[in-house]
């Protein structure tokens, strides 16, 4: 009598990569070293990427605000909110 070994089925689909989740730990990382600067670049970055995305008929985003222009608006909230907290620490 041998054991038997576990059980493997077959599938083709690739295991489950989570990749966001290290892209999320490093845009945390750098926002926690550089501090409201980061904001102000990665807001910056995000307004840019949605209002070329607008101008070329995105109007519906996977974003939880949906909305382009909504998400346009967070975003620069976000850069001035990054601006002044840069200017004060700055300072």
């Not at 945390?28 to 101008?55: C, D, I, M, Q, S």
């Not at 840069?86 to 300072?91: N, P």
């Amino acid at each position: 009598m041998t054991a038997a070994g576990p059980v493997q089925v077959p599938t083709d689909a690739p295991p489950y990569d989570p990749l966001r989740l290290c892209v999320f730990a490093t845009i945390a990382l750098l926002g926690w070293v550089f501090g409201p600067v980061a904001l102000v670049l990665f807001a910056t970055l995000g307004f840019v990427g949605y209002w070329k995305a607008r101008r070329a008929g995105l109007r519906t985003s996977k974003c939880v605000l949906r909305d382009t222009r909504l998400v346009l608006g967070y975003l620069a909230a976000l850069a001035v909110a990054g601006a002044v907290g840069s200017w004060l620490w700055l300072s």
